[in-house]
């Protein structure tokens, strides 16, 4: 039996294969934690094509190996589906949810005794509250607000806080479900991944987006940033904490030595691009979608967020300072990115 899952229209849908069926017993929006194959549509409707061109080969040589002998064939197709299984339980999920750390929620609210900490994550909730007042008229119309990649909404429940007089019709989506469920600010808990919003086109008044790019190939934070302003009726405010533009690439080396550490278990992952802010905003010129960076700081002490959040002991401090060196921080960068309708070059 081989376990896998499908992709179909943002709904990912189980199916187990044996020798002779096909089961599709199941449909999720959830990531799948462990599957042979992960495929989406495109792909299954590709390999569809691919099984009728070559199928008469197949049949043929089957025959063949069956006529000739019948226990040998028998061996080689359970060695076959051996090998397939053993790939399953070795297979990576396809979107691991990353631990956040033991600290995190208060250290997403900026509640910390590490000025970087305060910084990186503190300052948020004030400029983005700012953004929505300075947009939007207040009136008794509610505005659809989506917080994508969420998490337990510590920066929504934020920027609510400081925008008492306002009406919002809201909705929190993030890959991880446990955090999604934990999320009280709003009951329309969304479990979806960024690259594919199950929204329909210019639908959402404000989208906002925090520290979520990161966590992603830059291949996939290309599809978030157009998702997002395809979702995107008012305005989406994005902010991101990544790569410097100069020396990009001696920074991001750094960070991945801290990401791929085998003696830093708690942070250990794979998956993520610590992008640029030129990076991203190359992409979405090249891609005619509407931008204005509203900030862009320097934060220093990008370390004691993941000292904090993840309570390394002394000697994971000393080696992250170590690979840090002087490249110890991080470029928050905040950008208001326009509905899909209003495209010009920026
Ligand atoms: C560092 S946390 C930030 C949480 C919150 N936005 C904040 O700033 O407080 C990143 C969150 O993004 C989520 N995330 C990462 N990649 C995502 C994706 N492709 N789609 C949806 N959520 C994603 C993670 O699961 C995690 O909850």
């Known amino acids: 039996m081989i376990r896998g899952r499908i992709l179909f229209s943002n709904v990912w849908i189980d199916v187990r ?22 495929y ?9 094509f691919t099984c009728i061109s070559i199928a008469p080969l197949v049949a043929f040589v089957n ?14 197709l359970a060695t076959l589906y051996g090998i397939v299984i053993k790939h399953m339980e070795e297979a990576p999920n396809k979107k691991p949810v990353f631990d956040m750390g033991i600290a995190t929620s208060e250290a997403f609210r900026g509640d910390s005794a590490f000025d970087a900490v305060k910084e990186i994550y503190g300052n948020s909730a004030p400029l983005f509250a700012s953004i929505i007042r300075s947009k939007f008229p207040v009136t008794e119309k509610e505005y659809a607000l ?6 337990k909404g510590e920066l929504l429940s934020d920027i609510l806080k400081l925008l ?25 808990h969304v479990v979806a991944d960024a690259e594919s919003l199950p929204f329909d086109d210019a639908s959402i008044d404000i989208v906002a987006m925090r520290y979520v790019l990161q966590f992603n190939l830059f291949e996939v934070q290309k599809k978030i940033i157009s998702e997002i ?11 991101h904490g ?7 690439d001696l920074w991001r080396e750094k960070v991945d030595k801290i990401f791929r550490n085998d003696t830093l278990p708690q942070i250990k992952r794979n998956g993520m691009f610590w992008s640029s802010a030129s990076e ?15 900030l862009s700081k320097k934060i220093s002490g990008m370390s004691q967020a993941f000292i904090e959040r993840y309570s390394l002991n002394n000697e994971q401090v000393e080696l992250i300072k170590k690979i840090m060196g002087d490249k110890d921080y991080l470029i928050q960068t905040t950008w208001l990115i326009h509905p899909k309708e209003t495209i010009r070059n920026s």
Request: hydrophobic share 35%.
């Open 229 to 239: 302003s395809r979702v995107t009726k008012g305005i989406a405010i994005v902010q």
């Open 17 to 38: 294969h044996d020798y002779f069926t096909t089961l599709v017993f199941r449909h999720s929006r959830e990531w799948p934690k462990r599957a042979a194959f992960c």
């Open 146 to 151: 989506i917080d994508v990649g969420s998490y």
């Open 280 to 294: 991203i905003e190359d992409f979405m010129r090249t891609s005619n979608i509407k931008f204005e960076k509203v």
């Open 40 to 48: 989406d549509e495109w792909q299954v409707i590709s390999m569809f």
């Open 63 to 76: 025959t063949l190996a069956i006529s000739s002998n019948t226990r040998q064939n028998d061996h080689n």
């Open 242 to 248: 990544g790569a410097d533009d100069i020396d990009t």
């Open 164 to 188: 008492p007089e306002y009406h919002f019709n809201i909705t929190v989506s993030d890959t991880n479900s446990d955090a999604i469920a934990h999320n009280t600010v709003s009951g329309k």
